[in-house]
């Protein structure tokens, strides 16, 4: 089997070719252009082409080597850049991955794997969120997520192509070997500020305290990067035995405060920060947590990582090691 991974130098897209690896799987082509990924991600013998997988020169090229199976992470996933800039999120996101999508007709693949993202679901009220749940995305980013796994539906109902859709809530930590992990300090999401804000400015802000939650902040769904990468294995493994079509969460099912999550940092990194409660910030979701029982029931998938304290852990091993001289 060969396999072509878009994105396979970011985060999750590292992560899962290294679990790929370990599976067995020997012939993995990523295309990256390095737009946030980095080279040295790429653990060999997976193959780096560095381009656009929207480069249709790049892509006639490698479709030459009978690839079987794409795994689709490349992407821009910034929620708020998407809403001040929303062409940038539709080309990449929607229409480079359209034209990506035609190449893999024309040349016989026959599985395809996307990162979508529990971004499609927008606010939602009640909890945990299955996949069933109306999709409501509350950003071009989410919308970007939505119409691709609308494309692949239509796609594979009219084709012999299959796909997984698989919808992440917020990944984080890093690699419990020490060989991967995020770049903290390029990334808005939560962990990542927390790393860098904490240690840098000596404090970290809570966006928002009074809501109608347990401790007033918002509730989330944070999963081991590690637990998403294994879960791209035990898709494709659904697909070659004869699988369906699917569209499938991936979370950890438990919510944490963020005035937990925080707390937690504290104890495990033993940083001494001062917390401030600011004001709410537009657009962020209260509450959000998974539902996973498709993804065990249909793909088989276990977590191993996702328990808050190992999140955390090896995120902040991962931020030693990747500052010490000559690291990076
Ligand atoms: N990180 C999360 O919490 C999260 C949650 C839900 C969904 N997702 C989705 O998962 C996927 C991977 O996310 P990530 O966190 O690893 O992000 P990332 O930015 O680390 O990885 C994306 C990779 O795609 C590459 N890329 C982007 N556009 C490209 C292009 N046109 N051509 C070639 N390479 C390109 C980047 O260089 C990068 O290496 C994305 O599709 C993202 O939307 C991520």
């Known amino acids: ?26 012939n993995i082509i990523v295309i990256d252009d390095l737009s946030s990924g980095y080279a040295k991600n790429v653990l060999k013998p997976a193959v780096l082409i560095k381009g656009d997988f929207g480069d249709e020169n790049i892509l006639s090229d490698v479709f030459k080597l009978k690839i079987d199976t794409v795994l689709h992470f490349a992407a821009f996933k910034s929620a708020p850049e998407s809403v001040i800039n929303p062409i940038k ?25 996307f990162s979508s993202s529990a971004a499609v679901y927008g606010d939602v009220q009640s909890f945990p969120i299955t996949e069933e749940f109306e999709t409501k995305p509350t950003n071009p980013y989410g919308w970007s997520k939505l119409f691709f796994e609308q494309i692949l539906s239509d ?17 984080a930590g890093a690699d419990p070997e020490g060989l991967l992990g995020a770049n903290h300090a390029k990334g808005d999401d939560l962990i990542s500020r ?98 996973s029982e498709r993804a065990k029931e249909i793909i088989g998938w276990t977590r191993n990582f996702s328990d808050l304290e190992t999140i955390i852990q090896t995120a902040w091993n991962w931020d030693k090691k990747a500052s010490e001289p000559g690291h990076g």
Request: contains cysteine; hydrophobic residues 40%; proline residues 1%.
């Open 89 to 113: 999120y539709y080309e990449n996101n929607v229409s480079k991955s359209l034209l990506m999508l035609e190449k893999c007709l024309e040349n016989g693949v026959k599985n395809f794997i």
């Open 194 to 291: 927390l790393m860098v804000e904490s240690s840098e400015k000596g404090k970290f802000q809570i966006f928002g305290s009074d809501y109608e939650t347990k401790d007033g902040t918002c509730i989330r769904d944070i999963v081991h990067v590690s637990d998403l990468a294994s879960a791209h294995v035990d898709a494709l493994r659904y697909l070659v035995k004869g699988g369906g079509s699917e569209i499938i969460n991936l979370g950890s099912e438990s919510g944490y405060s963020i005035r937990e999550i925080v707390s937690i940092t504290k104890e495990i990194t033993g940083m001494d920060f001062d917390v401030v409660d600011a004001k709410r910030r537009p657009g962020d979701i209260v509450v959000s947590i998974a539902s």
């Open 155 to 171: 796609v594979s109902a009219a084709t012999g192509l299959k796909h997984v859709s698989l919808r992440y809530f917020n990944a």
């Open 1 to 26: 089997m060969r396999i072509l991974v878009t994105g396979g130098a970011g985060y999750i897209g590292s992560h899962t070719v290294k679990a790929l690896i370990n599976s067995g799987y020997k």
